[in-house]
């Protein structure tokens, strides 16, 4: 068994270093006269097809046996009102020295008796898709949440027969289940845009007052990349595929990038049959740090309706869809615009039968981490042989923000963000990931690139060219020779190609990459400031200021 849930005689006392006050409010509630166990996947979709305001379409589910769904089952679609993404201010951890924990959790138990009087239902399934890592994680929701509670439990893989083998045979860790409170009904009077609690050490979380899927996704994971850090493994929020070859050594690949970046696009690209390619997963997965094989954490892809128009043979595996136009197509039948008409960030779970090539664990140890940046100062693609300055890079990842996230009213989608590694989900210091991913330069010798998949320049970098660099890399069509020094900035290389030149003499390119560069140093800066206890590696900032200084 990997985690534990049951506790002998002996191990119950407050000193349990698996219990907390937070832990013991979330899980007593799993327990209450008034929550219902939904045993089946089958059983989760009658539910939620007779929620109210969930629309049934005609659009059948493709493999229906294999996910456990009843025969015949249609495509659900559930939309919501003005919130359509992750609402990222809501989260509070319990361990941040910057929190009143004692607050934080007298809130969680007031907020979890105010909905006493509705009736709940809880599922269990597993994050993890191999016996090397795989972790049990428990949910429970109000009952007219049944479309959200079908849909996690689509998302990841339901706790039935087959994944109780698997987990007889899975590697122990000495942490606790998993154990998620999701409740959109109740709102908190001292949070009123939504509560996260988030008790990350005891691998528990409670959302309040937030409807969007995405929460039940991305909190379960932000706890589930917290126990793989804390067991030898990387958290990859990113996508993976492998190309494996007869004449030479398989290349694994990782992207990472927020949504939109084009890390899914990069990852499910087959090159027309011409490669033997397998993929991990486009969102979630880890990377051991002891032998660099990785591992998914999810089954299915949790995908943007509007990059897949009607008729796109996509669509076919779409299942539960969340925030979607649906109309009569021209026999009545009731069918979805899947462009964003009604909203942006329409969503769906799309299933891994999407991908012919899928696997759950990729042996190989890792080849190359690919940056995504959405950063104008930098050609299409950048060599980093330096493993400090390719952890800095990664850990200044510069990008743009998403219709993915619940933002500010009036927030510039066009300005300059950046986000550690890629991963606005952490658990842990982001020190904590800079360790993990230099490791994988350092012990495991990976290579790193930065891809740019906006503008260089002003001018647009369409994802043609980003496809065809990424295969050429993998072919060996690219080799190193190909590289030319960017500038005197050692470790350092840029892919030459026709229409992006780079003029490193030019007075004003030097301001431009001196200006964004001096932007990571000041991210940096403002980061360590506001976790004194926890500031990121030195070497970071010595780096960054060794470029700007050779800058100017």
């Known amino acids: 068994m990997s985690t534990k849930e049951r506790y002998s005689q002996d191990e119950l006392r407050k000193a349990n270093p698996m219990f907390s006050r937070v832990r013991a409010t979330i899980e007593s509630a799993f327990y209450g006269n008034n929550v219902h166990e939904v045993t089946s996947v089958a059983e989760a979709y009658n539910l939620a097809k007779k929620q109210s305001g969930v629309i049934v379409t005609d659009l059948p589910i493709l493999h229906t046996k294999e996910l456990g769904l009843p025969q015949g089952a249609t495509q659900l679609v559930y939309?919501?009102?003005?919130?359509?993404?992750?609402?990222?201010?809501?989260?509070?951890?319990?361990?941040?020295?910057?929190?009143?924990?004692?607050?934080?959790?007298?809130?969680?138990?007031?907020?979890?008796?105010?909905?006493?009087?509705?009736?709940?239902?809880?599922?269990?399934?597993?994050?993890?898709?191999?016996?090397?890592?795989?972790?049990?994680?428990?949910?429970?929701?109000?009952?007219?949440?049944?479309?959200?509670l079908l849909s996690y439990i689509l998302n990841f893989h339901f706790f039935d027969d087959e994944a109780e083998e698997m987990y007889k045979k899975s590697k122990f860790y000495?942490?606790?289940?998993?154990?998620?409170?999701?409740?959109?009904?109740?709102?908190?009077?001292?949070?009123p845009k939504g509560l996260g609690v988030f008790d990350a050490p005891h691998n528990c979380a409670a959302v309040f007052s937030l409807r969007y899927f995405g929460e039940l996704k991305k909190g379960t994971l932000t706890l589930a990349w917290a126990i793989a850090h804390?067991?030898?493994?990387?958290?990859?929020?990113?996508?993976?595929?492998?190309?494996h070859f007869t004449d030479k050594d398989d290349?694994?690949?990782?992207?990472?990038?927020?949504?939109?970046?084009?890390?899914?696009?990069?990852?499910?690209?087959?090159?027309?049959?011409?490669?033997?390619?397998?993929?991990?997963?486009?969102?979630?997965?880890?990377?051991?740090?002891?032998?660099?094989?990785?591992?998914?954490?999810?089954?299915?892809?949790?995908?943007?309706?509007?990059?897949?128009?009607?008729?796109?043979?996509?669509?076919?595996?779409?299942?539960?869809?969340?925030n979607c136009d649906v109309?009569?197509?021209?026999?009545?039948?009731?069918?979805?615009?899947?462009?964003?008409?009604?909203?942006?960030?329409?969503?769906?779970?799309?299933?891994?039968?999407?991908?012919?090539?899928?696997?759950?664990?990729?042996?190989?140890?890792?080849?190359?981490?690919?940056?995504?940046?959405?950063?104008?100062?930098?050609?299409?693609?950048?060599?980093?042989?330096?493993?400090?300055?390719?952890?800095?890079?990664?850990?200044?990842?510069?990008?743009?923000?998403?219709?993915a996230e619940s933002l500010p009213e009036g927030f510039d989608m066009n300005t300059l963000v950046i986000e550690p590694f890629a991963d606005p989900f952490r658990a842990y210091p982001v020190s904590g990931d800079y360790r993990d991913f230099k490791e994988l330069f350092t012990k495991r010798g990976a290579s790193c690139?930065?891809?740019?998949?906006?503008?260089?320049?002003?001018?647009?970098?369409?994802?043609?060219?980003?496809?065809?660099?990424?295969?050429?890399?993998?072919?060996?069509?690219?080799?190193?020779a190909d590289f030319k020094p960017f500038g005197n900035f050692k470790g350092v290389s840029y892919l030459p190609i026709d229409g992006y030149e780079v003029h490193l003499d030019d007075p004003e390119y030097q301001k431009t990459l001196a200006r964004r560069m001096q932007d990571r140093l000041d991210w940096l800066n403002k980061y360590d400031e506001e976790h004194p206890k926890t500031p990121i590696q030195s070497e970071a900032k010595e780096t960054l200021e060794g470029i700007i200084k050779e800058l100017s």
């Not at 890592?133 to 049944?146: C, N, S, Y």
């Not at 000495?174 to 949070?191: A, Q």
């Not at 958290?235 to 993976?240: F, R, S, V, W």
């Open 79 to 148: 939309n919501h009102g003005k919130i359509l993404g992750r609402t990222a201010s809501a989260r509070h951890f319990t361990d941040d020295p910057n929190e009143d924990a004692e607050a934080l959790a007298g809130n969680l138990r007031e907020d979890i008796y105010a909905g006493h009087n509705q009736k709940y239902l809880k599922a269990t399934v597993l994050v993890g898709l191999d016996p090397s890592f795989t972790v049990k994680a428990h949910v429970m929701m109000p009952e007219d949440q049944a479309f959200n």
């Open 251 to 322: 290349k694994v690949f990782a992207f990472y990038g927020l949504s939109g970046s084009g890390k899914s696009t990069l990852t499910h690209e087959m090159y027309d049959g011409k490669y033997d390619i397998t993929v991990l997963h486009d969102d979630a997965f880890i990377i051991s740090r002891e032998d660099g094989s990785s591992v998914a954490l999810e089954p299915s892809y949790f995908d943007k309706t509007h990059d897949y128009p009607a008729g796109h043979h996509e669509t076919e595996y779409y299942t539960t869809i969340m």
């Open 174 to 191: 000495n942490e606790p289940d998993i154990y998620f409170y999701f409740d959109p009904n109740v709102t908190d009077p001292d949070y």
């Open 327 to 403: 109309t009569l197509d021209e026999n009545g039948k009731k069918v979805i615009v899947t462009e964003d008409l009604r909203n942006n960030n329409g969503r769906v779970i799309k299933t891994r039968y999407t991908s012919p090539h899928r696997v759950d664990f990729e042996k190989a140890p890792i080849t190359a981490l690919f940056w995504i940046m959405k950063d104008g100062s930098l050609p299409p693609l950048l060599k980093i042989d330096d493993p400090v300055l390719a952890t800095t890079m990664g850990c200044t990842l510069a990008t743009k923000r998403t219709s």
């Open 230 to 243: 804390r067991h030898d493994y990387t958290a990859c929020h990113g996508g993976e595929k492998s190309f």
């Open 449 to 480: 690139y930065i891809l740019n998949t906006d503008a260089f320049m002003g001018k647009d970098i369409p994802k043609e060219v980003t496809k065809k660099i990424i295969e050429d890399l993998a072919n060996g069509s690219i080799t190193d």
